[in-house]
C-alpha cells in the first residue's frame, strides 16, 4: 500500500474540465509529499485515463486511480479513497475545488508546531479560510467572475457553532487519519451533508485549529443546475433541506433515547437561532441603508 505524509482524495465523474485544474491545484503545491487519489465514480474511464496520461512524469508516481463501474456515492467514493492508502493526514480535495500554492505547507507547519496530541488537544485537524468563487463554464473553458470571503468572519472552531450548520469546506480541512478509529468514516447512507455529519462527530471528539488565511478555493456554479457541471449545494437544495431535517431528527431522538443533552439539542437548537438569523439578515440590512440615508435623516430631524 502507498504511503505520503497527505493522502489527497478525489471524487470525480464525468468533470474533465474541473478534474484538470484540481489536478494542477494538487501539483502546484509547495509542499510535495503527498499521494492523490483519483476516484472515478462512475464516469468514463478512458476520458480520466486520457487526462492523467498528460501528467504521468508531474505524478512520479503519487497517484492512485480507481474507478467504479457504477457510482456508489459521494461518501462511499471517499471511504473507498481514504481506505486505498497510507497517511498521516487526509484531506478531501474534490474535483471542482482547488487550494492556493501554500495550502498544504501552512497546514503542515500548524501540526508541526502542534505535536501528537495526547488528550484531544492540540487539534487533530486544521482548517483555512476559504475564497468562494462564482464561476461559469462555456465548452472546456472555465471563467472565474466573481470572487469573495467565504468564511473569514471565523475566529476559532467550535462545536456549538458548528452545530448550526457546516461553516468551513472540505477543501479547507486537514486532519489526521488516526481519527476514523474512533469517530469512524463518512455515512455512506448520506448522498449530502456527509461533510457535516463527520464534521460534528469530529468536532464532538477533537479540537480544530484555524489558520486565518484565504489558502482554499471553494468554487460554485449557480447557472448550472442540472447535469454533472453543477454543484451539489446548488442543484440538490431541496435534497440539502429533506437530510438536514433527518440528521436533526436523528440526532435530537438519540438524545432522548438516551436520557441525555447532547449532540441533538446543540444541533436543534443552533439551526433554529440560524433560520432566525437568516430571516432577520434583510432586515438589518434595510435598517443599515435607511441609517445612512441622508434624507430618512432629514426627515426624522424635521419631524422629531
Not at 143 to 155: D, I
Not at 203 to 217: C, K, M, T, W
Not at 244 to 249: Q, R, S, V
Amino acid at each position: 500500500m502507498k504511503f505520503a505524509k497527505v493522502a489527497v482524495i478525489t471524487r470525480t465523474k464525468s468533470r474533465p474540465v474541473l478534474l484538470k485544474r484540481a489536478i494542477e491545484s494538487v501539483l502546484g503545491q509547495a509542499f510535495q509529499d503527498w499521494l492523490m487519489v483519483i476516484v472515478n465514480d462512475g464516469g468514463d474511464p478512458e476520458e480520466v485515463e486520457d487526462l492523467l496520461a498528460t501528467y504521468t512524469e508531474d505524478f512520479d508516481g503519487r497517484l492512485e486511480v480507481i474507478h467504479n463501474p457504477t457510482s456508489i456515492g459521494m461518501e462511499a467514493a471517499s471511504n473507498k479513497g481514504i481506505k486505498s492508502v497510507d497517511s498521516e493526514f487526509v484531506v478531501i480535495h474534490d474535483d471542482d475545488d482547488s487550494w492556493h500554492r501554500l495550502f498544504l505547507e501552512r497546514c503542515m507547519d500548524f501540526f508541526a508546531e502542534n505535536p501528537y496530541p495526547k488528550d484531544g488537544y492540540p487539534p487533530h485537524g486544521v482548517i483555512t479560510y476559504s475564497i468562494r468563487c462564482l464561476e461559469k463554464i462555456e465548452g472546456n473553458k472555465v471563467t472565474v467572475e466573481h470572487k469573495e470571503p467565504y468564511n473569514n468572519w471565523l475566529k476559532s472552531v467550535s462545536l456549538y457553532r458548528m452545530a448550526a450548520g457546516n461553516v468551513f469546506s472540505p477543501i479547507s480541512f486537514v486532519f489526521r487519519r488516526v481519527v476514523f478509529d474512533e469517530i469512524g468514516y463518512y455515512r455512506e447512507d448520506l448522498p449530502v451533508l456527509g461533510d457535516w455529519d463527520f464534521n460534528l462527530r469530529f468536532a464532538s471528539r477533537y479540537e480544530i485549529g484555524l489558520i486565518p488565511e484565504d489558502l482554499a478555493y471553494y468554487h460554485h456554479r449557480l447557472t448550472i443546475t442540472d447535469g454533472e457541471y453543477g454543484n451539489s449545494v446548488v442543484k440538490d437544495d431541496s435534497l440539502h433541506r429533506f437530510y438536514e431535517t433527518l440528521l436533526c431528527n436523528e440526532y435530537l431522538r438519540k438524545d432522548m433515547e438516551n436520557n441525555r443533552v447532547g449532540i441533538g439539542l446543540m444541533v436543534n437548537v443552533g439551526r433554529s437561532f440560524e433560520i432566525v438569523h437568516r430571516q432577520l439578515n434583510p432586515v438589518d440590512f434595510l435598517s443599515s441603508v435607511l441609517q445612512k440615508s441622508r434624507l430618512i435623516r432629514w426627515l426624522y430631524n424635521f419631524f422629531r
